[in-house]
């Protein structure tokens, strides 16, 4: 089942399949590690749910939910 990196719930895993975003936001991702195949864990939501802080390969990084809103996930079932 594919959905968008924003819509996760923390806890929830995932595979990228791809970004859809374009120009900077697209390289800025990129240039992050967000690439297709890697996985993608969502660990905390900010009290007003911008940011959100992902673990990536064996890092976190915050991403803006206008970022995440461009990176479509494969879910992983637990």
């Keep these: 089942m594919e959905k968008m990196l924003n819509?996760?719930?923390?806890g929830e895993k995932g595979v990228v399949r791809r970004i859809e975003g374009e120009?900077?936001?697209r390289r800025r991702l990129f240039d992050m590690g967000v690439t297709p195949g890697a996985e993608i864990t969502l660990r905390k939501l900010a009290p007003l749910g911008d940011?959100?802080?992902?673990?990536l390969r064996g890092y976190e990084?915050?991403?803006?939910?206008?970022e995440a809103a461009c990176v479509v996930m494969e879910v992983k079932n637990a």
């Design 61 to 66: 990084l915050s991403l803006r939910k206008s």
């Design 51 to 55: 940011p959100i802080e992902v673990n």
């Design 23 to 25: 120009g900077k936001i």
């Design 7 to 10: 819509e996760f719930a923390v």
